[in-house]
């Protein structure tokens, strides 16, 4: 038998002024009274899109929304006969608020299971915003944008192809004296959920790092920031450190994690700035 599903994205906007937010959950709602929540619990994957944001913060939000859809639910289970109490009471739940955690506006689905169709809306809106390299490095490089400006840093580097005319590489972030390149930085996202995509993408790097290194075209600091797999994940963390390693073993090449305090990952930075640039 189908039922008719209202839902509604949970997003997490912890600086209003941007607009900016990252879809961190689901919450629907069944015309048969089911009521189905879901949250990401990864904490790591909410930060790295805020690089400057207290993680507390995020935290003590998510346990904040848990804790009142958790009450809901209960609600919701008590009264599950009043379709039309459920029915207002959902709609009071995703109204605009003016905090850091917001509802989008509702959709509407036809499902056979509640919670086939909580998974099928968790996988395609908040999963699915993880789940490219080109994607997540866009992230890491518009994170680290931010770190640097926060900093009175980002004015001093630009976008720019290092190497040759037949083979030039491009760099989002790369410091000039004189014109010439004396530090690059490349955010590289190396979270893969599979050992052989993190091995994958590494090798790409290496392989263009092992080119310009071959060219003398490297920067005098070359800096890579990798965003490292979930914790707890052996085989994710082997490959991750096997091309954080190679990539070491070239001249001029430094890595660091993603996960560092946003203050460590700023001294790594400025380590490699010229003195008569500092």
């Known amino acids: 038998m189908k039922y008719i599903c209202n839902y509604s994205i949970l997003r997490f906007l912890p600086y209003p002024e941007t607009g900016e937010f990252v879809n961190i959950g689901i919450v629907l709602i069944a015309n048969n009274g089911d009521f189905r929540f879901k949250i990401e619990q990864k904490r790591q994957r909410v930060t790295n899109f805020f690089p400057s944001l207290d993680s507390k913060i995020f935290r003590r939000a998510r346990r904040e929304i848990d804790a009142e859809l958790a009450r809901l639910s209960g609600f919701f289970t008590q009264n599950r006969s009043d379709i039309g109490v459920l029915l207002s009471t959902f709609k009071h739940l995703i109204h605009p608020r003016e905090t850091m955690m917001r509802f989008s506006d509702p959709g509407t689905m036809a499902t056979d299971n509640a919670d086939i169709a909580l998974k099928t809306l968790f996988d395609h809106y908040v999963n699915h915003s993880f789940a490219t390299k080109e994607y997540q490095e866009t992230v890491l490089e518009k994170q680290l944008g931010r770190l ?129 640039l500092q």
């Open 148 to 276: 640097l400006s926060d900093s009175n840093l980002r004015q001093r580097y630009s976008d720019r192809k290092l190497g040759t005319i037949e083979y030039p590489v491009k760099f989002p972030f790369v410091l000039c004296e004189n014109q010439t390149p004396v530090q690059a930085i490349k955010p590289i996202h190396l979270g893969h959920d599979e050992p052989s995509k993190i091995l994958e993408h590494g090798d790409a790097w290496i392989s263009k790092v092992r080119r310009l290194s071959a060219a003398g075209q490297l920067a005098d600091d070359t800096l890579f920031i990798a965003g490292p797999p979930e914790p707890g994940m052996p085989k994710l963390l082997k490959a991750y450190r096997e091309i954080s390693e190679e990539l070491k073993t070239f001249e001029h090449v430094r890595v660091i994690s993603y996960a560092e305090d946003k203050s460590e990952i700023l001294r790594e930075i400025k380590k490699g700035i010229p003195p008569t």
